[in-house]
Structure formats: C-alpha cells, structure tokens
C-alpha cells in the first residue's frame, strides 16, 4: 500500500487557526462506513446518532504547556524544546530546533536562568534526551515559561491556552491535543449521560509520534513511537457493560480508538492494563473492539488518514473528504468533526 494512495487536495483557507466560540457549534459530517452515505450536521446532533447502551471512549489526557523558547548558554542563539516524553524525574526525551545546535554537553537557558536544559544525548530520530535543573517544583517552573504546543500549520496565536483541552483534561502528559474531544462541552456530555449512554474515560498521553509523518513509500514500513496508555476499571466495565447489552463502543478521537485496539483481545474483550503502545492501524487491520468513531478531519498521507480509511475503507473516507472541501468545512485541530458509523 503506497503512501500516495492517502493523498487529496487541501486549499490553505480550509485549515482551522483558531477555535469557535462555542466547542459544540462545529459542522458534523456523518458516514455510513457500510454504505458511504453522507450526511451533514452540527456537532451537538451528535445526540441523534448516539443510542441508550452505547458507550463513548474518552481520552482524558492533559497536554503540557510543552514548548520552551530559550538560548544556548555559550552564544545566545535562539533554540526551541519540545518535551516529548519524560523518562526519569528530571530527564525527557525532546525535540530540538535545529538540531544541528544541541549537541551533547549543549547547555541551554529558559526564562533567564528559571530553567537550565543540558543535553545528555541524542536518540531515536534524531530526539535529544535533556536534564533540566530548576528552584521549586517542575510544573510550575513549566507553567511559567512554557508554552501550547500548537501544531506548525495552526498560525495564529492561542488566546485563551485552555481552548487546546478538551473540558475533561484530567492527566497530564500530552504534547498534543486529543483533538476530536475539542467539540464537547459539560453540558452536551451530561445530556448524553441523561440519555442512557455511559462514557468511559481512559488515557492515552499524546506524543508527537501519532503525528510524525511518513517518510517511505510503502506504509506498512512505517513505525510509530510509543505512547503511554492507561485503563482503569470503572472504563473496562463500562465498556464491557455496553457490549453485553447489545450497545456500541464509540471512540472519541484517533488516540481512544488506539488504546483500545491496544488492549483488545482476539475477541474484544477489553481487560483493565496500562503499558506502552505503538499500534499502527491501517487498511486491512480488523477491529476488534471499537465500532465507531468521532474524529476530525486529518492530513492528507498521514497515520490517522490511514486509521479511519481502515474503519471506513480508503475509498469511502477520500470521498467523504472530497464532500467536506466541496461544503468547505474546516480541518484539522480546530476543525469540523466526522462521526462514522
């Protein structure tokens, strides 16, 4: 399977910068992945989708205000960190621009000495593997200095940091958004609840490999990082609850959806684990555990275009995109949604 098989045509002006007032006011594409029938929607008629014993996977990770701006020690020059994954108390793997100027033994400085960076060395990819020293507590010197880790094609500045977590954020530990969760509000999930329908929070702490792109023709090469993935009991026995009465498992989001194939056994079932995952879905993968999906709509030739073209299949999900440029819906983070069914 080649990578230019998940190609389509995206113009700029569709590329959401900034988020809707209202997280539920988003336009809702609905696909029929038996039939490829479309419908159009807003977000909040999510609820006419949705049936009593239905159960709704969410991913409640935090994202960490992951990157830091700061200047080599030596010369001043301008370098940029991005936490990626902590490996011991002080110790993280990250990305570094450029590169080329953190070598081992580079020291770097943050908020005029609030932070010193030392890169230790360098990994997988090309990742630096960095020792901070600080006064206090982490988190809070990171919540002072650090910023959102917006994705490069979101432009415009975040005005209020809280519109990048979903409204049931609760662990932190992600470099990005689980961005399908951006569109529901309290209230929309409470109605939801009221309706007979449970929902299973579980997490998955976002690292930038779900995102990295793919490098080489033939996909089934392509390898993803692993992400730190946790389900506790109370979700298991939602999850289990919903399949026993004869109600669907409907993740929300690419990384819901990941954790739970993760888990999965052969014949669904889902025990309550925790672990390291680097599942790579693509076309011709067999779902075990989940039925449907709420996701957004992602880059062309990327690992989540090739995740819902297996659930769908490639020629339904392509279509659909064609549909959503034709209507002019919005992509990516603080885009539309899709719900397929």
Known sequence: MNLKDFYYDLPQELIAQDPLEDRSASRLLVLDKKTGEINHQTFRDILTYLKPNDCLVINNTKVIPARLLGNKEDTNAGIEVLLLKRREKDIWETLVKPGKKAKPGTRIVFGDGLLIAEVLEIVEDGNR???????????????????????PYITHPLIDKNRYQTVYAKYEGSAAAPTAGLHFTKGLLKEIEERGISIASITLHVGLGTFRPVKVEDITQHHMHSEYYCIEEEAQKKITTARKNGGRVICVGTTSCRTLESAAKEDGSIQACSGWTDIFIYPGYQFKAVDGLITNFHLPESTLLML????AGRERILAAYEEAVKERYRFFSFGDAMLIL
């Open 129 to 151: 593997l960095i020792k901070f020293t600080y006064q206090g507590v982490f988190e809070e010197v990171l919540d002072q200095l650090g910023q959102m880790p917006l994705p």
């Open 308 to 311: 819902v073209s297996a659930l």
